[in-house]
């Protein structure tokens, strides 16, 4: 089938998808999301080679290339871009039908579940659930995907199923259903042998220790941050971390601080020797909340996904 014409439009017809093999739709919105080929089959469960003749059929189905390598990566193609929120679409509205139609049974069925988070929230709400899911829900599955420059498209592909993001930083243009999980306030961090730092944090210390800060880019600016530079308190980052946890691990044996949210801290303060102070300055907290798209509410599904993580903050 060439779809060429009505893609060159943004277009994609319903009669499209409905001649393609639903199992191929999956694959493609895996593909699209991790964009390897080796991820998406360990995603998928099957064999490399398997997921390799899966994108060719993809491919010739939709007479385009779909990913093209750039450098060492993969990209989609402008086919594929107009491609991804059609399908996405199908594959939610089909598995929300089948799912209200038979309900969820955690003990039972297979459910792959996408989680848009930060390792800060991975590590106090996902965590706690692990051993639980394994035992109680041995065949869901949960691909955690780390909000980085391109949140803001994910979220309006509908490509997660669970976006978990302080409130305060929530963007987003797209319409999406919310519910506030925590409270957490903003703490100091030292390395709890620093000989620099005694019960408090001075706000000279604040202003001219090195400090390790996490950086996502401008699009990922934490609240703290923007916090500090509303107060005219513009703090150079000394190094820059990729994740809120590894922030924390590279404080042991220096003179470096960070800036953590309490609960993190409090979590990791015997794995990572961490000493937790009050920052000199006054910042306000962050609220944690999880968004979902309103197609989702009524899914019985999704509706549990949902209830394990409130559990998961009620227990913190």
Same mark, same amino acid.
């Given at each position: 089938m060439n779809v060429n014409a009505d893609h060159e439009e943004g277009n994609v017809t319903e009669r499209d998808l409905q001649r393609v093999d639903l199992n191929l739709l999956?694959?493609?919105?895996?593909?699209?999301? *991790?964009?390897?080929?080796?991820?998406?089959?360990?995603?998928?469960?099957?064999g490399q080679p398997a997921m390799s003749a899966a994108l060719a059929r993809l491919r010739r189905l939709f007479d385009d290339r779909l990913l093209v390598r750039e450098g060492r990566t993969l990209v989609p193609t402008p086919v594929a871009e107009s491609l991804i929120g059609p399908v996405?679409?199908?594959?939610?509205?089909?598995?929300?039908?089948?799912?209200?139609?038979?309900?969820? %049974?955690p003990a039972k069925? *297979?459910? @792959?579940?996408? !989680?848009?988070?930060? #390792?800060?929230?991975? =590590?106090?709400l996902l965590r706690p659930l692990l051993a639980a899911l394994r035992r109680e829900a /041995?065949?869901?599955? !949960?691909? &955690?995907?780390?909000? #980085? &420059?391109?949140?803001?498209?994910?979220?309006?592909?509908g490509l997660f199923d669970l976006c978990i993001v302080p409130r305060e930083s929530q963007r987003s243009e797209v319409?999406?259903?919310?519910?506030?999980?925590?409270?957490?306030?903003?703490?100091?961090? =030292? #390395?709890?042998?620093? /000989?620099? =730092?005694?019960d408090r944090l001075t706000l000279e210390q604040f202003q001219t220790l090195p400090y390790v800060?996490?950086?996502?880019?401008?699009? +990922? *600016?934490?609240?703290?941050?923007?916090? +500090?530079?509303?107060?005219?308190? #513009?703090? /150079? !980052? %000394?190094?820059?971390?990729h994740g809120f946890v590894s922030a924390l691990i590279m404080l042991r044996d220096t003179p470096m601080f960070t800036l953590v949210h309490e609960h993190l801290g409090i979590s990791l303060t015997e794995?990572?020797?961490?000493?937790l102070l009050e920052p000199p300055v006054a910042l %306000?907290?962050? @609220? &944690?909340t999880m968004y979902w798209l309103p197609r989702q509410d009524e899914s019985p599904a999704h509706q549990w996904l949902r209830r394990q993580f409130r559990e998961s903050a009620a227990a913190l």
């Open positions: 999956v694959a493609f919105d895996v593909l699209m999301s *991790e964009r390897s080929v080796t991820r998406a089959a360990a995603r998928m469960q099957l996405r679409q199908a594959l939610a509205l089909m598995e929300s039908a089948l799912g209200q139609r038979s309900g969820f %049974d069925d *297979e459910r @792959t579940f996408t !989680i848009l988070t930060s #390792d800060y929230f991975l =590590v106090l /041995p065949g869901v599955r !949960i691909h &955690a995907r780390q909000v #980085d &420059a391109d949140y803001a498209d994910v979220l309006r592909q319409t999406l259903r919310s519910e506030d999980l925590f409270t957490d306030r903003v703490m100091c961090a =030292v #390395d709890s042998a620093n /000989p620099e =730092v005694g800060a996490f950086s996502g880019g401008p699009a +990922l *600016e934490t609240t703290a941050q923007r916090q +500090l530079r509303a107060l005219g308190i #513009d703090r /150079p !980052i %000394d190094v820059s971390a794995q990572a020797r961490l000493r %306000d907290p962050i @609220t &944690a």
